[in-house]
């Protein structure tokens, strides 16, 4: 195996890792549910990602298989993760869980607010 | 108020397939690698879990006019077929012949009838897992 591409997966399995580790500290230290879900459905994904792509690197590299399932589960973790996200967010608004004292912008609510108004 | 569910339901357009061809990969590869008639069946039934909460059930029937009950008698059929097959043949109950064929496309394939047993397994997990989902979420 070429020693460029030696420190290239370790730098990918080492980042991928550290944004692991990065979501957990956002889920012990950010004090909503939204914010959290920000911290657990960015990082998580990217960092889940990169171990992926060094994995898949890796055993291209050094047992000259391809595997494709490692390259739809890149795929595949990058369109569905989010959209999870989006939907955990949006049900714990839905059911009224209030955000953090300090944040100053609400438009969903001013856009709720607006519609039923005109009802 | 009626809810919005462009995003869920538009990325189930999308990864339905991805889910059903990676299920269908693991029905395949079941004899040399990892997976089988068990997993991919239920990976299947996964897909049509997936649709059925992205859409109603209504919508799901029409677009999969199936009757899971009848998709179990049918897996059970081919299980017990290919082992009376070998009776008929006048070999023990559920003896597997194979053979290599050399396909067009495909190169030297083997095909052998535990493939038929195991699309059995695989009707029968789809049809168990999605009459379960069914009847508990029909039921009010």
């Given at each position: ?20 580790l ?6 012990l ?40 399932r ?50 | ?39 991919g ?24 006019p ?21 009776l ?15 396909l ?37």
């Amino acid at each position: 195996m070429i020693v460029i591409f030696k420190f290239l997966i370790g730098l990918f399995v080492l980042s991928g890792a550290l944004l692991s580790l990065v979501t957990a500290f956002g889920l012990l230290r950010l004090p909503d549910v939204y914010t959290r879900n920000h911290a657990a459905s960015k990082s998580a994904t990217m960092g889940v990602m990169l171990v992926l792509l060094g994995a898949l690197l890796y055993a291209y590299l050094d047992t000259g298989h391809f595997h494709s399932r490692l390259l739809l589960g890149i795929a595949f973790i990058f369109m569905t993760s989010p959209v999870s996200g989006h939907l955990i967010s949006r049900a714990a608004y839905n059911s009224g869980v209030k955000l953090w004292g300090n944040s100053v912008r609400d438009d969903l609510a001013k856009q709720r607010k607006k519609t039923a108004n005109t009802r | 108020m009626k809810t919005n569910d462009i995003i869920l339901q538009t990325v189930t357009k999308v990864t339905l397939f991805v889910i059903i061809l990676f299920s269908i990969y693991l029905f395949f590869t079941g004899h040399y690698h990892p997976g089988g008639g068990f997993i991919g069946g239920l990976m299947s039934s996964g897909a049509i879990v997936l649709l059925l909460l992205a859409y109603d059930i209504k919508t799901v029937t029409a677009i999969l006019p199936v009757d899971y009950k009848k998709m179990i008698g049918a897996g059970l059929l081919f299980s017990a077929g290919t082992g009376t097959g070998a009776l008929i043949a006048g070999k023990p109950f559920l003896t597997h012949a194979y053979t290599y064929v050399s396909l067009p496309l495909l190169g030297k394939t083997s095909l052998h009838t535990a493939v038929l047993f195991d699309t059995g397994v695989f009707l029968v997990v789809i049809g168990v897992t999605m009459t379960i989902i069914q009847t508990i979420g029909e039921s009010e």
